[in-house]
């Protein structure tokens, strides 16, 4: 079953951001791009690599209008002992989500019930609150935030150019392809 256009549900949950708890709800992630970017655990192997990455391309992402969402099903506090204890993730600016129920890897349908935890899971939503992209790859496989920007921002392209499609590699200001019957025959 596919996640395109899936909406999030309603949620609440903590988060760890900017030395502090908060509270993070769906209504928090409407009206701008989101990336939720789900990771197994904290205090892991490949996972500090993927969220340090993520960090070094934070503020490209805030730029593109899209704010990145750390989550895993560590609690708020685990996310603050991590943050302390290792310098990469040190860097995240982002806030940290804690999913210790796994209630939003379950409604992205990205939770791996043998292990008690989220796979590698990356999904991109709209204003909307809807998935328009999304990853799941196996956990022991980090993942790239230049690519993961790269679909936010063909993403938010194709989104206010519904008449337009990003062929591959696209990257903002490349040419993109405007669909047509008469090209039908030529491809």
């Known amino acids: 079953m596919t996640m395109l256009q899936h909406e999030i549900a309603d949620f609440t949950a903590n988060i760890y951001q900017d030395n502090k708890f ?14 939720v970017f789900f990771y197994p655990n904290d205090f892991s192997f490949v996972c500090p690599t993927e969220l340090e990455d993520l960090a070094d391309h934070y503020d490209e992402f805030k730029q593109a209008g899209c704010e990145v969402y750390g989550v895993s099903h560590d609690t708020e506090f685990v996310h603050k002992a991590w943050h302390e204890a290792n310098d990469k993730i ?3 600016q982002f806030p940290m989500v804690a999913d210790p129920t796994n209630q ?8 791996d019930p043998v292990n008690g935890q989220a796979e590698r899971g990356d999904f991109i939503l709209s204003p909307e609150g809807k998935v328009v992209a999304y990853e799941v790859i196996s956990s022991n496989v980090g993942r790239n935030a230049e690519e993961i920007l790269r679909r936010v921002e063909a993403s938010q392209f194709v989104y206010e150019h519904g008449d337009q499609v990003c062929p591959a590699k696209w990257t903002p200001g490349d040419e993109t392809i405007a669909p047509s019957l008469d090209l039908v025959g030529q491809l």
């Open 22 to 35: 908060g509270k993070l709800t769906k209504a928090d992630m409407l009206g701008h791009w989101s990336l």
């Open 90 to 92: 040190a860097k995240i």
């Open 104 to 111: 939003l890897s379950r409604d992205l349908d990205s939770y």
